[in-house]
């Protein structure tokens, strides 16, 4: 079951510059895409959402745009910063009632260095 | 801030023993939900719960599992006889009625010997 998928395990940026995390999903019904942080022994923390209406969000440093038709999602973080080292996951859902499950990608790991 | 509260932190069980999992969501939250990752793979749903009632489970959560929010505040998912593939990270996570996402606590960490 491979939904939502993230393809790059890792990605190393310098302090910064723009970190651009990619995810794609298959299922058409999902429609809401969210973006998680997690750091090692703690649980994923939420960062920023997008609803399939849209095509972008921004929230500070960060923004998810949205390509339906590509069915392609991007995270971009700007400037970098190395508190942002963690594993980002992708996750969606289908329907915003409360009930609707996330359905989570691989995760890419993050690296800001200094 | 409110945050999700998960205990304990790491259970060490020997194989077919029961566990019992805690958690206490955010207390204005009214969905509830487990999810588990195991080592090196992606965080996957096991079942979500409202109403005290199961609104969707997956095919993980068989006949082993169950779940139960006892008291009104905590929220426990059980695993009445364990496997070695059950050792994993739980995670908690509860959502308002309205609102972009789920609140996940920092997990348990299951290792089943």
């Known amino acids: 079951d491979q939904q939502v998928k993230q393809n790059s395990p890792s990605l190393s940026v310098q302090e910064g510059r723009i970190s651009i995390l990619n995810c794609d999903y298959t299922?058409?019904?999902?429609?809401?895409f969210l973006w998680y942080k997690k750091y090692p022994a703690e649980g994923p923390t939420f960062l920023i959402s997008?609803?399939?209406?849209?095509d972008k969000n921004e929230d500070g440093r960060f923004t998810v745009f949205l390509n339906k038709s590509a069915k392609h999602l991007s995270l971009h973080i700007v400037p970098s910063q190395p508190g942002d080292s963690a594993v980002y996951f992708c996750a969606a859902s289908a329907g915003n009632t409360g009930f609707q499950k996330l359905v989570f990608g691989t995760g890419t790991r993050l690296l800001v260095s200094p | 801030e409110p945050e999700v509260t998960q205990t304990p932190s790491h259970q060490v069980t020997q194989m077919g023993q029961e566990v019992i999992l805690r958690c206490v969501p955010i207390s204005n939250h009214l969905y509830f939900y487990w999810y588990r990752q195991i080592l090196g793979q992606k965080v996957e749903f096991l079942v979500s719960f409202y109403n005290n009632e199961i609104s969707e489970k997956s095919e993980i959560f068989d006949d082993q599992f169950s779940v139960e929010r006892p008291d009104g505040s905590n929220f426990t998912l059980k695993i009445r006889s364990t496997k070695l593939e059950d050792s994993a990270m739980y995670f908690c996570a509860s959502r308002k009625t309205a609102g972009p996402g789920q609140f996940f606590g920092p997990g348990t960490r299951l290792t089943v010997l």
């Open positions: 299922n058409s019904m999902f429609d809401y």
């Open positions: 997008i609803s399939s209406i849209k």
